[in-house]
């Protein structure tokens, strides 16, 4: 503002010198009355000249002055409509993690229910020392070909997965059973009973390390060289 003001103040004296020139010499002349009138005149123009470029450039500055004020206004919305869209979107992560960790619960309180299902396989002599689900999975990878030397490798592997417990879950990883399954409906493959009977758990799991590592010892090699198998 204060620009414009000073070419209005220099446009103005410019203007009163050369009235004042001006009158000097028509002062002299001899029409006297109608060369000031001229020069009243010119004066004039001279003025409103300089008063309409100085609402000009005003207007013009008021137009950036508002161009930048609804930039601003545009990204604050802008802005605004982020926040409002990330909010929206935690709070849709967060239902979404209590709805599975819900149904997660229910699914572990129906499987607690449910009966385990008992062996009715054969239990080889070699395996008659063992009890519970170690028995089973004895009697299994016996069953599966492999030698009863295997055994105490596959009983270290699935007591540091489980503690061969079937209805084990891993609360961080979701993994389930006696061979920690992940996802546990993997075991599906075996039988529909994989929730709550062992010999379906086992029989996936052997599946499982002879697929990947060949034997228990190989699976049990790889768990302690890698912390997983």
Same mark, same amino acid.
């Given at each position: 503002m204060s620009r414009l003001w000073s070419r209005l103040g220099a446009r103005t004296a410019a203007v009163a010198l050369l009235s004042v020139g001006v009158a000097g010499g028509f002062y002299l002349g001899e029409d006297r009355e109608t060369q000031q009138q001229g020069l009243t005149a010119q004066v004039g123009a001279e003025v409103d000249q300089a008063e309409y470029e100085y609402q000009r450039e005003r207007q013009a500055a008021y137009q950036v002055q508002s161009a930048r004020q609804r930039a601003a206004e545009y990204q604050a919305k802008l802005r605004a409509a982020e926040a409002a869209k990330e909010a929206a979107e935690r709070a849709r992560r967060a239902e979404e993690a209590a709805a599975s960790r819900k149904r997660e619960r229910e699914r572990e309180?129906?499987?607690?229910?449910?009966?385990?299902? +008992?062996?009715?396989? +054969?239990? +080889?002599?070699?395996?008659?020392e063992y009890s519970g689900n170690r028995k089973i999975g004895c009697a299994e990878m016996i069953k599966a070909g492999f030698p009863i030397k295997e055994f105490p490798c596959l009983d270290k592997l699935w007591t540091k997965e489980s503690g061969w417990n079937h209805k084990a879950r891993n609360s961080s990883s979701g993994a389930y059973g006696i061979p920690q399954a992940l996802p546990g409906s993997k075991m599906g493959s075996v039988a529909d009973d994989w929730e709550t009977n062992p010999a379906t758990q086992v029989k996936w799991g052997l599946g499982y390390i002879e697929g990947r590592y060949d034997t228990p010892c190989g699976a049990w090699a790889h768990s302690q060289a890698e912390g997983w198998y």
């Amino acid at each position: 503002m204060s620009r414009l003001w000073s070419r209005l103040g220099a446009r103005t004296a410019a203007v009163a010198l050369l009235s004042v020139g001006v009158a000097g010499g028509f002062y002299l002349g001899e029409d006297r009355e109608t060369q000031q009138q001229g020069l009243t005149a010119q004066v004039g123009a001279e003025v409103d000249q300089a008063e309409y470029e100085y609402q000009r450039e005003r207007q013009a500055a008021y137009q950036v002055q508002s161009a930048r004020q609804r930039a601003a206004e545009y990204q604050a919305k802008l802005r605004a409509a982020e926040a409002a869209k990330e909010a929206a979107e935690r709070a849709r992560r967060a239902e979404e993690a209590a709805a599975s960790r819900k149904r997660e619960r229910e699914r572990e309180a129906a499987a607690a229910k449910q009966e385990t299902k +008992p062996y009715e396989g +054969p239990i +080889p002599a070699s395996c008659a020392e063992y009890s519970g689900n170690r028995k089973i999975g004895c009697a299994e990878m016996i069953k599966a070909g492999f030698p009863i030397k295997e055994f105490p490798c596959l009983d270290k592997l699935w007591t540091k997965e489980s503690g061969w417990n079937h209805k084990a879950r891993n609360s961080s990883s979701g993994a389930y059973g006696i061979p920690q399954a992940l996802p546990g409906s993997k075991m599906g493959s075996v039988a529909d009973d994989w929730e709550t009977n062992p010999a379906t758990q086992v029989k996936w799991g052997l599946g499982y390390i002879e697929g990947r590592y060949d034997t228990p010892c190989g699976a049990w090699a790889h768990s302690q060289a890698e912390g997983w198998y």
